[in-house]
């Protein structure tokens, strides 16, 4: 069971964050939100991550607000600054993990899967990435740009990330190999508190495959 605690930004700021310990000498990652906020769902996942064996940091990036619609979502999520959330809140997550872990690697959801690609391009010394149903702007972050392990989790009936926007991404990344799987199944696919579009299956076969992932690429 994770628990609040505060991280130090770059600029001396503090920002709040669950923080889930999956004990001394572990890899980490850093948990990044959906548009929702940091949630019963997200901190549960970053309890199940760390079960799993990484220690898990998700910040705050909402600072204590948490949206119960999408219009509040969209309102939240249009109100945060991507920039400062990439430079100085994940920055200052990323330097946390180093301190207390030997590989930190950096994953995401919806909004959080857009910043999962910022963090990938803009801070040096994460691990890997894996990005679930979210892509940024290419003039915040061009995925190009992206020269570590990167893993892609896409829903085939997404009309905010779509398949364009992902044959976009995979155009992009030509060269780098990018570890890129499709599911038939809606956005949010993975989010067992939304029973509209969760898919059971989709999901288990995308826990999986990042578990793999992140057990290979953050076990030097």
């Given at each position: 069971?994770?628990?609040?605690?505060e991280?130090?930004?770059?600029?001396?700021?503090?920002?709040p964050?669950?923080?889930?310990?999956?004990?001394?000498?572990?890899?980490?990652?850093?948990?990044?939100?959906?548009?929702?906020?940091?949630?019963?769902?997200?901190?549960?996942?970053?309890?199940?991550?760390?079960?799993?064996?990484?220690?898990?940091?998700?910040?705050?990036l909402?600072?204590?607000?948490?949206?119960?619609?999408?219009?509040?979502?969209?309102?939240?999520?249009?109100?945060?600054?991507?920039a400062?959330?990439t430079?100085?809140?994940?920055?200052?997550?990323?330097?946390y993990?180093?301190?207390?872990?030997?590989?930190?690697?950096?994953?995401?959801?919806?909004?959080?899967?857009?910043?999962?690609?910022?963090?990938?391009?803009?801070?040096?010394?994460?691990?890997?990435?894996?990005?679930?149903?979210?892509?940024?702007?290419?003039?915040?972050?061009d995925?190009?740009?992206?020269?570590?392990?990167?893993?892609?989790?896409?829903?085939?009936?997404?009309?905010?990330?779509?398949?364009?926007?992902v044959?976009?991404?995979?155009?992009a990344?030509?060269?780098?190999?990018?570890?890129?799987?499709?599911?038939?199944?809606?956005?949010?696919?993975?989010?067992?508190?939304?029973?509209?579009?969760?898919?059971?299956?989709?999901a288990?076969?995308?826990?999986?495959?990042?578990?793999?992932?992140?057990?290979d690429?953050?076990?030097?």
């Amino acid at each position: 069971m994770g628990q609040m605690i505060e991280f130090q930004r770059p600029d001396g700021q503090s920002s709040p964050a669950w923080l889930a310990d999956a004990g001394p000498g572990r890899p980490a990652l850093i948990l990044i939100q959906e548009w929702w906020g940091l949630n019963t769902h997200i901190r549960e996942l970053a309890d199940r991550f760390a079960a799993a064996g990484f220690t898990t940091l998700a910040p705050d990036l909402y600072r204590g607000r948490i949206a119960s619609s999408a219009d509040e979502a969209n309102h939240l999520m249009t109100g945060l600054d991507f920039a400062d959330a990439t430079h100085q809140d994940l920055a200052g997550a990323l330097r946390y993990l180093q301190a207390r872990a030997p590989q930190v690697g950096v994953t995401g959801f919806c909004m959080g899967g857009a910043l999962t690609i910022a963090a990938a391009v803009h801070l040096p010394g994460l691990s890997a990435a894996s990005c679930f149903y979210g892509i940024p702007p290419a003039e915040f972050a061009d995925p190009a740009r992206i020269a570590i392990p990167f893993q892609g989790h896409f829903a085939d009936r997404d009309d905010w990330c779509t398949p364009a926007a992902v044959d976009g991404l995979v155009s992009a990344m030509q060269g780098k190999s990018p570890e890129i799987h499709r599911y038939p199944a809606d956005h949010a696919f993975f989010n067992d508190k939304r029973p509209e579009v969760y898919d059971a299956g989709c999901a288990a076969q995308a826990w999986e495959r990042t578990l793999r992932f992140f057990q290979d690429k953050l076990s030097g």
